[in-house]
C-alpha cells in the first residue's frame, strides 16, 4: 500500500512538473513597432495642437510627472492643470518634430523601448548667453540657475 501511495505521488508530481507546456506566442515586430509609433505621434500631435485634454488621456490614473526642476514632481490632475494653463498661451508656438525614433519590442512582445531625437524650434534660435538669458529666464528654476551660473563664472559684463 505505501508503495502505491509513493509510486502515485510520484506520478502526480511528474505530472504537474513535466506535464505543463509553455504556451509560445508569436509576436509580429513590425506591426508593434506601427502601433507604438502611431501613439507616440497622436502624442506629439495633441502637443503640437497645443490639446491638453487629449494629452491626459495618455496618463493612467496614478502617474507621477517629474519635471526639470527639484519643486516639480505632479500627479495626473497637477499636469493636466499645467498643461491646460501653459498651453492656452497664444504666444506660445509649438512645433516638435522627430528627427529619428528607435523602437525596440522585447522578443516576447510584453514591452518596448523607445528613443526620439527631437528637436524644438524655439532653441535653434538661441545663438547668444543673451538669448539664453531671455529665453530660460522665464523659468524660475531654470532662469535663476543660468543667472547664477553667469555671475559666478563671469561670463558677461555687467
Not at 508503495?3 to 506520478?11: F, N, S
Not at 512582445?109 to 529666464?137: M, N, R
Request: net charge negative; hydrophobic share 40%; aromatic share 10%.
Amino acid at each position: 500500500m505505501k508503495k502505491l501511495l509513493v509510486i502515485t505521488a510520484l506520478l502526480l508530481f511528474a505530472g504537474i512538473a513535466f506535464g505543463q507546456t509553455s504556451k509560445t506566442t508569436q509576436v509580429d515586430f513590425e506591426t508593434e513597432k506601427a502601433a507604438v509609433a502611431d501613439l507616440f505621434d497622436k502624442y506629439y500631435s495633441a502637443i503640437n495642437a497645443k490639446d491638453a485634454a487629449t494629452l491626459a488621456t495618455f496618463l493612467t490614473e496614478d502617474v507621477l510627472v517629474c519635471g526639470t526642476d527639484p519643486s516639480e514632481f505632479w500627479n495626473k490632475e497637477q499636469i493636466t492643470d499645467a498643461w491646460t494653463q501653459g498651453l492656452a498661451d497664444t504666444t506660445l508656438e509649438i512645433n516638435i518634430t522627430i528627427g529619428k525614433r528607435e523602437i525596440r519590442v522585447a522578443d516576447d512582445g510584453s514591452s518596448v523601448i523607445v528613443v526620439e531625437e527631437y528637436i524644438l524650434p524655439k532653441l535653434d534660435e538661441i545663438e547668444s548667453l543673451e538669448d539664453c538669458i531671455a529665453f530660460y529666464g522665464q523659468f524660475k528654476f531654470w532662469g535663476e540657475n543660468l543667472k547664477r551660473q553667469i555671475k559666478q563664472h563671469e561670463l558677461l559684463e555687467t
